[in-house]
């Protein structure tokens, strides 16, 4: 295990309870237009890359045959299977292991998804091309992340950091329609949007360095009409608001 994926297990370690309530992360009309933009049916297995607490996985178990969640932290499995279980889902499977090297045969699924997880890899093109090739030849592979514009990226970035030491970067758009050209996957739909948070709660359930959250909130109240950041910060009544540039992906594999 590398010096990046043990802050991860210990930034989400801590995050686990709270991320499973986290408004932004539970919002279930972006759940409802992941099964829309991933046509699924019935007839589909699917895979979800660094599931988390399983929400992504669980919305998907509702109207797929089979889906199956994998991610490196086991408190964030423990939160999965419980959210299953509140859900009398029994289609489902979990696993703990490494997203660059997933342990499905190849063609194994018809549907692989990630969600608000690129941003952590150190290596982004080993980890779609692995999901590429556990996708079956016609099947389709979704990413929804982040994607700020490129002149803002540098400053989003420092902005993320400073929430979560396990943040990596972001990618622009650019960036994954090269990856996923690499991977033999087309990228046949785009759908964009904002995933808005509340400062103040999301401080309450993240586990910034010392310092940093003074840091972020300063951070915010200057680019509110600004927009330095590309997260459009806001007031809203006395809270500080801020919306995450979200865009989801949708790729086939060719036959």
């Known amino acids: 295990m590398n010096t990046h994926q043990e802050i991860i297990i210990d930034q989400f370690t ?11 992360h539970t919002n ?11 046509r699924l049916s019935r007839a589909d297995t699917a895979l979800d890359v660094a599931c988390g607490t399983g929400m992504v996985a669980c919305a998907f178990a509702t109207v797929a045959r089979e889906v199956t969640g994998i991610d490196i932290t086991p408190a964030m499995l423990e939160q999965a299977q419980l959210l299953a279980e509140r859900h009398g889902l029994t289609n489902l499977f979990w696993r703990q ?7 499905f045969p190849d063609h194994n699924f018809s549907v692989v998804v990630s969600r608000y997880a690129f941003h952590h890899f150190i290596n982004p093109r080993a980890v779609l091309a692995e999901m590429a090739r556990v996708c079956r030849p016609g099947g389709r592979v979704l990413i929804a992340d982040a994607v700020p514009p490129p002149e803002k990226i540098d400053a989003y970035n420092h902005f993320e950091k400073l929430f979560d030491s396990s943040h990596h970067r972001a990618l622009t758009l650019e960036e994954f329609r090269n990856l996923a050209s690499e991977a033999g996957l087309q990228i046949m739909r785009l759908a964009t949007y904002k995933m808005e948070m509340e400062l103040e709660r999301h401080l309450a359930a993240s586990f910034p360095n010392p310092g940093d959250d003074e840091r972020l909130r300063q951070l915010l109240r200057e680019d509110i009409g600004v927009d330095r ?25 060719a036959v």
């Open 14 to 24: 801590r995050q686990a309870a709270p991320f499973a309530q986290s408004p932004g």
């Open 97 to 103: 292991g490494d997203i660059e090297t997933l342990p």
């Open 229 to 253: 950041l590309g997260v459009d910060a806001h007031w809203r009544g006395e809270e500080i608001h801020y919306a995450y540039p979200v865009t989801v992906i949708v790729a086939e594999k």
């Open 28 to 38: 279930e009309e972006s759940l409802r237009l992941l099964i829309e933009l991933a």
